[in-house]
């Protein structure tokens, strides 16, 4: 049995190679780290790795983790800068026994001294709509946030799981800011036996109810992703309505051991799945009646 599911369409290539790496026997977390590394790579996408969109001070500060869903091992960077890969690194952190998540300069001197691929990711593209935007703020009084788009990837190798987070997080965060993508059980959670979940949204509102836990819990309990992923997102995101009067974005996806998915969302969204029965394809997802989501399929690889 094998399996991926990512969010966003920008990891549709991704799955797809992920997908091809699982039919011959590749394990978890080269496939997961062959899918999140597709997206990193391509400077189209604005919201993780190269060409992502800086922070306030016109800065690519990323954020990345890597979960093994057998040892419960886990790995994660925040803040680092011109590393080529954070996910390749977050992997590799997972490693350690000590100092598994670094942040800022302590992270980026980890990526340079253990020879990851450095580079500036500051694309002239994203530098332009940098400045563009902070002429924008200080016009017309905006607020300058846009944009919160992890990439994340949950995979099924036979008996073993693996779950992964890659972002450059809010477009002119300040300096330093961390979202939830980094973070053990609210960006990204994972149990072999039982299944792993992802998020994606705002993330100063992912982190308050610790979301991928409380879905693989749910899962643990008997749930079908499907279910888990329901009940969690859309009654959290009505508790933060009722106590802020609305709730930031949230998408979650999630896979148990099986293979078998579910995600759910308070936005429209867009994420990818392949399994040993389904080929590659790219799904819409919105959020239906009494706490329910509404998923239809939209390509096919």
């Not at 969010?7 to 799955?15: I, N």
Request: charged share 20%; glycine share 12%; proline share 3%.
């Amino acid at each position: 049995m094998w399996g991926v599911i990512a969010t966003w369409e920008m990891a549709a290539e991704g799955v797809h190679l992920a997908s091809e790496k699982l039919k011959n026997g590749a394990s978890a977390a080269d496939a997961l780290q062959v899918a999140i590394e597709d997206v990193e790579n391509n400077p189209e996408f604005q919201s993780v790795g190269f060409g992502g969109l800086p922070n306030e001070a016109g800065i690519v500060e990323m954020d990345a983790a890597f979960m093994n869903g057998n040892t419960f091992a886990v790995g994660a960077v925040a803040g680092i800068t011109d590393g080529k890969n954070p996910i390749a690194v977050a992997r590799k952190l997972s490693s350690e026994t000590f100092n598994s998540f670094l942040v800022g300069a302590g992270a980026t001197a980890y990526a340079k001294n253990n020879n990851f691929k450095m580079q500036n990711m500051l694309t002239d593209d994203a530098a332009k709509k940098w400045q563009e935007r902070v002429k924008e703020v200080a016009k017309n009084n905006l607020s300058p946030y846009d944009g919160h788009d992890t990439v994340g990837v949950v995979t099924l190798s036979g008996d073993a799981m693996t779950c992964g987070t890659s972002t450059s997080g809010l477009f002119m965060k300040k300096p330093g800011r961390v979202g939830d993508s980094p973070l053990a059980g609210s960006g990204f959670y994972v149990d072999s036996q039982v299944g792993g979940a992802c998020a994606t949204g705002l993330g100063e509102d992912l982190m308050k109810g610790v979301l991928s836990f409380a879905i693989v819990e749910k899962m643990r309990a008997g749930l079908t992703p499907q279910e888990a992923c329901d009940t969690v997102v859309y009654d959290f995101s009505e508790k933060l309505a009722k106590a802020y009067g609305k709730s930031g974005a949230m998408s979650l996806i999630a896979m148990d051991h099986q293979g078998n998915w579910g995600v759910a969302t308070n936005v429209e969204f867009t994420f990818c799945v392949a399994t040993k029965n389904l080929a590659p394809t790219v799904y819409l997802a919105n959020p239906g009646a009494n706490g329910t989501t509404v998923i239809q399929a939209i390509t096919t690889k």
